[in-house]
């Protein structure tokens, strides 16, 4: 049998928390160093919209009773009135943990009901033989995180018009559409810190 984890989340239930003001220097700090500067070795910028993608073969993820579907699912690159955070993570047995110490924290400080979840799952990463358990796992992410948008890439799309150096990646942006931060592979301390002080201040408490 082979052990399949594929978690592009970490919880459905999150719930607020306080502010932590420490996090508004990390998060001025990030934006002022960036702001309006490409990320390395892609085609996404600080301060622009995500560039628009398109993926046929794969797609949206729509449940149905014990069976799913798929529908081809696009991706803009305009706002939608809400902050919007989207994770590209390859289609591996490990490759869907990366951005899990981010997530777990994001489930304890903030509310999922107040922001978008997009999750992409690139299949072109899994080899043939273990294809099918990914996908499968990913359905089962779907069953559980009915809030998300989860997405499943056959051909790498993302990684290809995104022109990604790294396999996977973590992007936040503001109701406008706009790239406010980015995480190009697997997050440091440092990241996961910006990444919640960004976002804490694009939702703030009342």
């Not at 973590?170 to 301390?189: C, N, Q, R, W, Y």
């Amino acid at each position: 049998m082979i052990e399949t984890t594929v978690r592009p989340l970490a919880s459905a239930q999150c719930h607020p928390s306080g502010r932590q003001p420490q996090w508004l220097a990390l998060c001025l700090a990030a934006l002022l160093a960036s702001a309006w500067a490409p990320i390395a070795g892609a085609v996404i910028t600080i301060g622009e919209p995500l560039p628009p993608v398109s993926i046929d073969d794969g797609g949206r993820i729509l449940l149905d009773e014990d069976d799913y579907t798929t529908e081809p699912w696009s991706w803009s690159g305009a706002g939608n009135g809400r902050v919007q955070v989207l994770q590209y993570v390859p289609g591996t047995r490990k490759g869907g943990a990366v951005y899990d110490p981010l997530t777990e924290r994001m489930q304890q400080e903030l509310d999922i009901r107040r922001y978008d979840v997009t999750a992409m799952v690139n299949l072109d990463a899994s080899s043939g033989f273990t294809k099918p358990f990914v996908r499968s796992a990913v359905v089962d992410e779907q069953r559980v995180f009915t809030r998300a948008t989860m997405v499943l890439d056959e051909d790498g799309v993302g990684l290809a018009v995104w022109k990604l150096s790294e396999q996977a990646v973590f992007v936040v942006m503001d109701p406008d559409g706009s790239v406010v931060d980015v995480i190009l592979g697997a997050p440091t301390e440092d990241d996961i810190e910006r990444i919640l002080g960004v976002l804490h201040e694009l939702m703030p408490t009342d």
